[in-house]
């Protein structure tokens, strides 16, 4: 993928390319987000992992400027995106939740029409190239696979050459393929040093892409880390299971190997439906979000 | 030509190429009037009153004022409560393009085709029911202004009312309903001069009554005046109400139109 280098930290600019503190969204009595801060360097990956109704939408679409905030300070590429106009525009990129429509243009139509919006767009033939659409550039978005539109709204948020780009639940309907493709597409961009915003509930997705992942729940930030080691995963204890003459056992342990040996002396030998196992991503995650609902 | 203007020309030539690439709209939007002039010219007969002049081209005049709102208020309104329910509004308020362009766009391609709409019309309806163009450049120049106002009104109507629809599949309904009553209140199926005085009063309210009357100071000659209520054009009461509509539609426009869904805000 031939492209200019993108200049990283281009006139003493902020090196945060997202910045939130306190932000609000009020509903009715609902607070849709309820104080979320947030912090996104330039160059990084950042996933927002959160259920359904967790306002992680509400707030990426706060910080596209797609929606009014109630409370709170927001700083996207050093603008308000409530106040900035077509020059910050210009230099984001959006791929919405929901896929474009124009089912009678072609794939080919619509991404050139779409470059003429930006002042310094990238070329058409080879952002469509980009998105593994070169065989259906000729053809209407009509007659596309789910995965195969998802890829023209990913040509569309990235026609403008954008610094930073907004991605909400880019890969939900894909099949494992599809969504194996897509990474790699994302990770070419984040390569490139496009600063990449992601909403998702795929915990496969954040690990596979994010440098960092944030877990939103009830309007709450509840944890910021990279995959690794969210909710203090790397260093979690470990839970040693076994079955005794009562019934199946477990101990959650710092120490585990100790606990086998104690086990192992205690029982003379082998311990019955020994297992030693850490949480996943996914315990984690699930354990942070039961404890809000 | 600046940004906005070469972007918002642009945009018409793609929603032309759109809208002619959509075959049931083509043939639903743009057809129906050419459809409903066969219908009901094939039906019609006589004239009307004792004025010599036959019906069939009094509701040909009609039906072309009836077309100019079917591809501006309706078809515009319904294109665009189906973008703002579909994300299209919403994926362009996301991008650098000048929030005019837009409407440039939508302008460009609904002036386009209610000429093509008109042109139609006017074949159809000379070939079969002798409806002749415009006799003398005044009455060109009344057909043409008369035409320019309708279109913008419709047009800014169109776009205003667009926001009234919960979502994009309500929106036939929102606007079909209006456009058909309208259609029998306003002189289009019925000679206006006919219908009951209250019924007169409410389409007069309206614009397509005014539109339908200019269209036919311009088309149809002027024994036809015995069977007008006023018993006169009254093209200043044309240009005054069309006038009005226009500027009640821009103020409706600026005020209330939104690029994304009612709940998204």
């Given at each position: 993928m031939a492209r200019r280098p993108r200049r990283r930290d281009a006139g003493g600019m902020a090196e945060t390319a997202v910045r939130v503190r306190g932000l609000r969204k009020r509903y009715g009595d609902v607070d849709a987000v309820n104080g979320v801060d947030l912090d996104v360097r330039q160059g990084e990956v950042f996933a927002l992992l959160g259920p359904n109704g967790a306002g992680k939408s509400t707030a990426v679409e706060i910080l596209e400027g797609h929606r009014r905030r109630t409370a709170g300070e927001v700083s996207v590429l050093g603008a308000d995106p409530a106040r900035a106009g077509r020059d910050w525009r210009a230099r984001i990129g959006i791929v919405p939740q929901t896929s474009a429509e124009n089912p009678q243009l072609t794939v080919r139509e619509m991404v050139r029409h779409f470059a003429s919006y930006y002042p310094r767009p990238r070329d058409p033939d080879e952002v469509i190239e980009a998105v593994g659409l070169a065989e259906q550039?000729?053809?209407?978005?009509?007659?596309?696979s789910g995965g195969q539109r998802r890829r023209v709204d990913v040509a569309l948020g990235i026609i403008g050459d954008p610094e930073l780009l907004f991605l909400d639940e880019?890969?939900?309907?894909?099949?494992p393929d599809a969504r194996r493709r897509f990474w790699e597409l994302i990770q070419g961009l984040a390569h490139d040093g496009t600063t990449i915003l992601l909403t998702t509930h795929y915990l496969d997705e954040a690990e596979a892409l994010a440098d960092r992942v944030g877990v939103i729940a009830a309007g709450r930030m509840l944890a910021v880390d990279t995959p690794a080691r969210l909710g203090g995963r790397a260093t979690a204890t470990a839970r040693v299971s076994w079955r005794d003459p009562d019934g199946p056992r477990h101990i959650d342990t710092a120490s585990p190997t100790q606990v086998v040996a104690e086990l192992s002396a205690k029982f003379g030998g082998e311990v019955p439906e020994l297992a030693v196992t850490r949480p996943s991503l996914e315990d984690v995650y699930l354990e942070m979000i039961g404890a809000v609902r | 030509m600046t940004l906005a203007l070469r972007l918002g020309l642009a945009r018409g030539a793609l929603e032309l190429k759109m809208f002619v690439r959509e075959r049931a709209a083509v043939a639903f939007s743009f057809g129906l009037p050419i459809v409903l002039l066969l219908i009901f010219g094939t039906v019609f007969k006589g004239e009307v009153g004792d004025t010599g002049v036959d019906f069939r081209q009094y509701f040909a005049a009609g039906i072309i004022a009836s077309g100019i709102m079917s591809t501006t208020f309706t078809s515009l309104g319904i294109a665009i409560a189906s973008e703002r329910d579909d994300g299209t509004l919403k994926r362009l308020y996301g991008t650098p393009m000048p929030r005019a362009s837009y409407f440039i766009g939508k302008t460009v391609s609904a002036l386009t085709l209610s000429v093509a709409e008109t042109a139609v019309l006017f074949a159809v309806g000379g070939a079969l029911f002798g409806l002749r163009p415009p006799a003398t450049p005044e009455r060109w120049l009344t057909f043409a202004w008369v035409f320019v106002l309708g279109v913008t009104a419709c047009t800014l109507l169109g776009v205003a009312v667009?926001?009234?629809?919960?979502s994009g599949r309500s929106a036939a309904a929102v606007f079909n309903l209006p456009y058909l009553v309208l259609q029998f209140i306003s002189g289009v199926f019925f000679v206006f001069g006919d219908l009951p005085s209250g019924v007169q009063q409410v389409g007069a309210l309206f614009p397509l009554k005014w539109m339908c009357q200019g269209l036919r100071s311009a088309?149809?000659?002027?024994?036809l005046l015995a069977a007008e209520p006023a018993r006169s054009w009254e093209h200043g009461r044309v240009a005054l109400v069309l006038a009005a509509w226009c500027m009640g539609g821009l103020v409706l426009c600026l005020t209330t139109f939104r690029w994304k869904r009612r709940h998204e805000r």
């Amino acid at each position: 993928m031939a492209r200019r280098p993108r200049r990283r930290d281009a006139g003493g600019m902020a090196e945060t390319a997202v910045r939130v503190r306190g932000l609000r969204k009020r509903y009715g009595d609902v607070d849709a987000v309820n104080g979320v801060d947030l912090d996104v360097r330039q160059g990084e990956v950042f996933a927002l992992l959160g259920p359904n109704g967790a306002g992680k939408s509400t707030a990426v679409e706060i910080l596209e400027g797609h929606r009014r905030r109630t409370a709170g300070e927001v700083s996207v590429l050093g603008a308000d995106p409530a106040r900035a106009g077509r020059d910050w525009r210009a230099r984001i990129g959006i791929v919405p939740q929901t896929s474009a429509e124009n089912p009678q243009l072609t794939v080919r139509e619509m991404v050139r029409h779409f470059a003429s919006y930006y002042p310094r767009p990238r070329d058409p033939d080879e952002v469509i190239e980009a998105v593994g659409l070169a065989e259906q550039a000729g053809r209407r978005v009509g007659r596309l696979s789910g995965g195969q539109r998802r890829r023209v709204d990913v040509a569309l948020g990235i026609i403008g050459d954008p610094e930073l780009l907004f991605l909400d639940e880019p890969t939900t309907g894909f099949d494992p393929d599809a969504r194996r493709r897509f990474w790699e597409l994302i990770q070419g961009l984040a390569h490139d040093g496009t600063t990449i915003l992601l909403t998702t509930h795929y915990l496969d997705e954040a690990e596979a892409l994010a440098d960092r992942v944030g877990v939103i729940a009830a309007g709450r930030m509840l944890a910021v880390d990279t995959p690794a080691r969210l909710g203090g995963r790397a260093t979690a204890t470990a839970r040693v299971s076994w079955r005794d003459p009562d019934g199946p056992r477990h101990i959650d342990t710092a120490s585990p190997t100790q606990v086998v040996a104690e086990l192992s002396a205690k029982f003379g030998g082998e311990v019955p439906e020994l297992a030693v196992t850490r949480p996943s991503l996914e315990d984690v995650y699930l354990e942070m979000i039961g404890a809000v609902r | 030509m600046t940004l906005a203007l070469r972007l918002g020309l642009a945009r018409g030539a793609l929603e032309l190429k759109m809208f002619v690439r959509e075959r049931a709209a083509v043939a639903f939007s743009f057809g129906l009037p050419i459809v409903l002039l066969l219908i009901f010219g094939t039906v019609f007969k006589g004239e009307v009153g004792d004025t010599g002049v036959d019906f069939r081209q009094y509701f040909a005049a009609g039906i072309i004022a009836s077309g100019i709102m079917s591809t501006t208020f309706t078809s515009l309104g319904i294109a665009i409560a189906s973008e703002r329910d579909d994300g299209t509004l919403k994926r362009l308020y996301g991008t650098p393009m000048p929030r005019a362009s837009y409407f440039i766009g939508k302008t460009v391609s609904a002036l386009t085709l209610s000429v093509a709409e008109t042109a139609v019309l006017f074949a159809v309806g000379g070939a079969l029911f002798g409806l002749r163009p415009p006799a003398t450049p005044e009455r060109w120049l009344t057909f043409a202004w008369v035409f320019v106002l309708g279109v913008t009104a419709c047009t800014l109507l169109g776009v205003a009312v667009s926001g009234v629809p919960a979502s994009g599949r309500s929106a036939a309904a929102v606007f079909n309903l209006p456009y058909l009553v309208l259609q029998f209140i306003s002189g289009v199926f019925f000679v206006f001069g006919d219908l009951p005085s209250g019924v007169q009063q409410v389409g007069a309210l309206f614009p397509l009554k005014w539109m339908c009357q200019g269209l036919r100071s311009a088309l149809l000659p002027d024994a036809l005046l015995a069977a007008e209520p006023a018993r006169s054009w009254e093209h200043g009461r044309v240009a005054l109400v069309l006038a009005a509509w226009c500027m009640g539609g821009l103020v409706l426009c600026l005020t209330t139109f939104r690029w994304k869904r009612r709940h998204e805000r």
